[in-house]
């Protein structure tokens, strides 16, 4: 399991929710939702729950920044990438979140996997969004908020 975000980081950001697989929080000053990933393995129901709650969490209206720390993840699931890269970053799009941080396991494989499915679903989804996003791979939550 992932270490809690430092202190420091989330002085300003106020916890969401909290279920088994994903703790969220947010900031409105920053226009910034976190969404930390906190077992090796999500089953794809339980990330869509989770995500589907963070949808009504931007629908609320402010937000512009998404950060997904998915370093605890030690699986990789192609259908649920593919449902929250053309699915769920469309419905988020359309709220005005554009900005997308990411924070990927250390294991270079699972950063292969990431650049693999990707490329398939670009290839699949000719109409997808990507140039319409701002999408930067961090090393950590700091990075990620201040980028």
């Known amino acids: 399991m992932n270490e809690t975000l430092p202190a420091h980081v989330i002085l300003d950001f106020e916890i969401a929710f909290e279920h088994r697989y994903a703790k969220v929080w947010f900031n409105r000053t920053r226009k910034t939702i976190i ?15 989770a995500f589907l709650e963070i949808g009504e969490l931007v629908k609320t209206g402010g937000f512009e920044k998404f ?4 370093r605890a993840l030690r699986a990789f699931h192609q259908p649920t990438m593919e449902w929250y890269f053309i699915h769920w970053k469309k419905d988020m799009l359309a709220y005005g979140v554009k900005t997308h941080r990411k924070i990927l396991p ?37 990075a990620a908020v201040l980028t």
């Not at 699972?110 to 989804?125: C, G, T």
């Open 35 to 49: 969404c930390e990933l906190l077992a090796d393995y999500v089953p794809i129901e339980d990330f869509k729950k």
């Open 67 to 70: 950060i997904f720390d998915k």
């Open 106 to 142: 250390e294991e270079k494989w699972f950063e292969k996997m990431v650049q693999i499915a990707k490329a398939q679903i670009l290839i699949q989804y000719p109409d997808n969004i990507i140039d319409q996003l701002d999408i930067v791979y961090c090393d950590t939550i700091e």
